[in-house]
């Protein structure tokens, strides 16, 4: 840890947290950003049918995505608990085995993603006039699925060591190279979707080199060599056991986002367009209850392999209380300005218009959320995350899907109507969370 002291474990709460997570913000911002660039240029720089193919494409990514940071967890948990425990040696096997487990995950899902991507836009039922591009970016994106794969598991064991600003570093990197490239290939060259797409593999490919480069230069908190990468099985099956459960919920998760959209896709190219840009302003507009959720995971982790569960919870009750106060002006501007918003991504009126109906109904969401992703941090950090897999899953595809099909066969419909889905479904979240705290608590407190 940095001048041999490592702070999550003592002194004050609200210091550390807010140090760890800023970092974390400004990453998934920049990460955010990342994404959003594609949407943006093409949005400026190329028609409709554009947004909607990278609108389409880039969910998908999405989805691949929320897939690996899922299974990260089990790095980020695994290692915060040997941490906290001075344990070295686990802490050496559990890289060991975060390297050969996603190594081959890495190129399953590249081969995956690259040979079906015609058949995975056909079933979101892209519109016909952005099919063909859609395929094109979710092929292209797909071949550097490889490197999608390890920057997520290098960020995961950082975070778990405490160090949330090698992430930021590293995703600013892909930020900047994507921003260039997409200027480059877009509005230069006038690649259109397939440019975006191009950029987003090259600005990866240089992060994930460039993170290689920093770990073999200032190397780990602990010793590592190649006896850890021996007899790592049983590792490997404790980053599955934490992590799967996590992986499959953000998982499934994003196909309901995919199933939702393909709900959506069937109104029209407008309301395509639409959906997407909704969802890229989400990352933005929830950035503070996405990040402590991730800190509260490390921070809770390390805590409970120090044996220090009433610092974990005192931690999880700031990170609500400044998150909340964040949830209602997200909540005040997507309701009363979701249309200054959309113009950063489309200069139709129409589209614009139409979104900004949309955010209307799902703005409750984020003070719902700034609630309950803490507890979902908190549940992580402990090792539920079977729980939280659960209470996905029941608020995905108990409420958000039926709600949002239900929706969207009512005569004279709207995307506002169809919006008022998400903010029901993530109170269902909300209310599975507080009472399995209250359920879990006594036990925990024991401990």
């Keep these: 840890m940095p001048n041999g002291e490592n702070t999550i474990l003592k002194g004050k709460i609200f210091g550390p947290l807010i140090k760890f997570a800023i970092p974390l913000m400004l990453s998934i911002l920049l990460q955010a950003l990342y994404g959003a660039v594609d949407l943006i240029v093409v949005g400026k720089f190329g028609s409709t049918s554009s947004v909607s193919a990278v609108s389409n494409g880039s969910q998908v990514m999405h989805t691949v995505t929320g897939l690996i940071t899922g299974l990260t967890m089990g790095v980020t948990v695994l290692v915060g608990r040997y941490v906290g425990a001075k344990d070295e040696e686990q802490a050496a096997r559990t890289v060991g085995a975060m390297i050969k487990l996603f190594a081959v995950i ?33 092929r292209i994106c797909s071949s550097g699925a490889i490197f999608i794969v390890a920057f997520n598991a290098i960020s995961g064991l950082f975070r778990g060591l405490g160090n949330s600003k090698s992430p930021l570093l590293f995703i600013a990197i892909a930020c900047a190279v994507n921003i260039a490239g997409d200027l480059l290939l877009v509005a230069v060259f006038k690649l259109d979707a397939a440019g975006a797409a191009i950029a987003t593999v090259f600005a990866q490919t240089v992060s994930v080199l460039f993170s290689i480069y920093k770990i073999k230069k200032d190397g780990l908190p602990f010793a590592f060599g190649k006896e850890h990468l021996k007899n790592t099985g049983d590792f490997q099956k404790s980053i599955l056991k934490i992590g799967g459960p996590v992986a499959l919920q953000d998982f499934l998760v994003s196909v309901s986002f995919l199933i939702i959209m393909a709900i959506i896709n069937t109104i029209g190219l407008v309301a395509s367009a639409s959906i997407g840009i909704a969802e890229k302003l989400f990352v933005f507009l929830a950035i503070v209850p996405i990040s402590f959720m991730y800190a509260l995971s490390a921070f809770v982790a390390q805590n409970v392999g120090a044996k220090q569960e ?138």
Aim: hydrophobic share 55%.
């Design 310 to 447: 009433h610092r974990a919870i005192k931690a999880m009750g700031i990170a609500m209380i400044v998150s909340f106060s964040f949830g209602v002006a997200m909540s005040a501007l997507t309701y009363f300005e979701g249309d200054l918003l959309a113009r950063v991504f489309e200069k139709n009126p129409v589209v614009i218009e139409s979104t900004h109906s949309y955010l209307r109904g799902v703005s409750l969401e984020y003070m719902i959320i700034s609630i309950a992703f803490c507890f979902l941090g908190y549940f992580n950090g402990i090792g539920k995350t079977t729980f939280v897999m659960i209470a996905g899953l029941v608020s995905s595809f108990c409420f958000r899907i039926p709600l949002s099909y239900y929706l969207s066969r009512l005569p004279n419909t709207d995307l506002f109507t169809i919006g008022l889905a998400v903010p029901i479904s993530a109170a269902s979240s909300l209310v599975m969370c507080v009472v399995y705290y209250f359920f879990v608590r006594g036990k925990r407190l024991d401990m």
């Design 106 to 138: 890495g190129i399953l899902i590249t081969i995956t993603m690259v040979v079906f991507a015609d058949k995975i836009a056909v079933l979101m039922q892209v519109p016909e006039a952005a099919l063909e591009k859609a395929v094109i970016y979710i």
